[in-house]
T-cell receptor, first 117, second 115 residues
Framework: DGGITQSPKYLFRKEGQNVTLSCEQNLNHDAMYWYRQDPGQGLRLIYYSQIVNDFQKGDIAEGYSVSREKKESFPLTVTSAQKNPTAFYLC????????????????FGDGTRLSIL | AQTVTQSQPEMSVQEAETVTLSCTYDTSESDYYLFWYKQPPSRQMILVIRQEAYKQQNATENRFSVNFQKAAKSFSLKISDSQLGDAAMYFCAYRRIGGAQKLVFGQGTRLTINP
């Protein structure tokens, strides 16, 4: 079955440490996204990529970095510059709109919960 | 920038009854998409229903339907014959047409189903 795989499910970060969250999709989708979810809040966009080797900042990109070297992979690095990294992180992907009004929905992974040690 | 507001942090309903979740949004665009996503305790995000702003007819998916009021910028979700499996966080989301397919989410409404 096609889908999005996020790993690990739980991750702990020490002070001053960078950690990388994995996101892999086998849906052959062009676009991929990273969202952050804090308790009692909606999802906020961190980074997104519409095509391989290209990505853009979302609303809360500070302290995060990404790469898109392969179509199926979009890893997120939480750097030591992100002072409040404790949150639930969701990766999503979507197919390119076939035409202006084709409305391709986003598909989500199961998420990674990141905590500070 | 577009914003999405869900003014009901929590709602509850008796099993088999009907409940309506509210959502308002702000945009200067004339064409866009709106979505309702469900997030059960497993934390998966599941698409419930979607609406294209250029369609006047309200979308329906089995027990789920929307009341889309474009002039009022309102997009409510009605769940009929509520079931225990409907218990979840529900998020309203907005997406503009064309360009990057970024979603803007509301804060969410936690729905409890009372047996």
């Amino acid at each position: 079955d096609g889908g999005i795989t996020q790993s690990p499910k739980y991750l702990f970060r020490k002070e001053g440490q960078n950690v990388t969250l994995s996101c892999e999709q086998n849906l052959n989708h062009d676009a991929m996204y990273w969202y952050r979810q804090d308790p009692g809040q909606g999802l906020r966009l961190i980074y997104y990529s519409q095509i391989v080797n290209d990505f853009q900042k979302g609303d809360i990109a500070e302290g995060y970095s990404v790469s898109r070297e392969k179509k199926e992979s979009f890893p997120l690095t939480v750097t030591s510059a992100q002072k409040n990294p404790t949150a639930f992180y969701l990766c999503a992907s979507s197919d390119r709109d076939r035409d202006f009004y084709s409305n391709q929905p986003q598909h989500f992974g199961d998420g990674t919960r990141l905590s500070i040690l | 920038a577009q914003t999405v507001t869900q003014s009901q942090p929590e709602m509850s309903v008796q099993e088999a009854e009907t409940v309506t979740l509210s959502c308002t949004y702000d945009t200067s665009e004339s064409d866009y998409y709106l979505f309702w996503y469900k997030q059960p305790p497993s934390r998966q995000m599941i698409l419930v229903i979607r609406q294209e702003a250029y369609k006047q007819q309200n979308a329906t998916e089995n027990r789920f339907s929307v009341n889309f009021q474009k002039a009022a910028k309102s997009f409510s979700l009605k769940i009929s014959d509520s079931q225990l499996g409907d218990a979840a966080m529900y998020f309203c989301a907005y997406r503009r047409i064309g360009g990057a397919q970024k979603l803007v989410f509301g804060q969410g409404t936690r729905l409890t189903i009372n047996p």
